[in-house]
């Protein structure tokens, strides 16, 4: 009997920004600017660090990876969104709503973890200038950008794996405009409970921990 509200959806539905037609168009153009904005300013910024070699130092190489996850997680969630403004219902697939949650988690947490290395490397800077070169060596930098990184992907996979191998219940609505994990656990037949504690708990270590880290480094 309880085996007939498990559903196996192909594909999803999102609400979208808005659920009034005339704003969509002023949205579209609005959200694209956005992007677009955003797009080049990363760009630039990613093609200008690695072409000059007087912006070769720690400092820019750390920027560099800023810009590269925020242009991430911008590409991950912008096309969509866009898309949403020019069709009446906008559907995304189920795996690709899987994918587009992976990178989102993945691009997200990096971006929170990604300044505490740039805190660390401004500290050295400021605090042990006649040492800076000989501690920020180029193997420290890439450590300290490794590590952001590894535990990013670990927690992407973690959450999209934990999500998408549990079955969905009831309607193929999600009440947003792209696929994140907090309004795809209300979506779960079971174990809705363990995923929410775990989203939970690690979002506020990732907080907590960022923060800490990036903040305390004192001269």
């Known amino acids: 009997m309880g085996q007939q509200n498990l559903t196996v959806f192909t594909e999803l539905i999102l609400i979208g920004v808005t659920r009034h037609p005339e704003l969509q168009l002023p949205l579209l153009g609005v959200f694209l600017i956005i992007y677009m904005i955003t797009l080049v300013g990363n ?5 200008l ?21 925020d242009l991430g997680n911008s590409t991950v969630i912008c096309p969509k969104v866009l898309e949403n403004f020019t ?5 995304i697939s189920y795996y690709v709503c899987a994918t587009q949650m992976a990178f989102f988690i993945l691009f997200f947490v990096s971006e929170l973890f990604m300044l505490s290395p740039m805190a660390y ?5 400021i605090c042990n200038p ?10 420290r930098c890439h450590v300290l950008m490794d590590i952001p990184y590894l535990y990013s992907t670990f927690q992407s996979l973690m959450f999209t794996i934990k999500i998408f191998i ?6 193929n609505v999600i009440s947003h405009f792209y696929c994140d994990d907090v309004p795809l656990i209300p979506m779960l037949c079971t174990n809705a409970q363990e995923v929410q504690l775990l989203v939970i708990m690690f979002s506020a270590f990732n907080l907590i921990s960022s923060l800490l880290v990036a903040c305390c480094p004192t001269c």
């Open 49 to 69: 660090t690695k072409v000059d070699f007087q912006l070769h130092t720690p400092m820019y190489f750390f920027i560099r990876h800023l810009a590269f996850i």
């Open 121 to 125: 490397d401004r500290y050295v800077a």
């Open 87 to 91: 069709v009446d219902q906008s559907t």
């Open 43 to 47: 760009l630039g910024m990613i093609i």
């Open 130 to 139: 006649l040492l800076y070169n000989v501690i920020m060596s180029p193997r």
């Open 166 to 171: 549990l079955t969905f219940c009831g309607s």
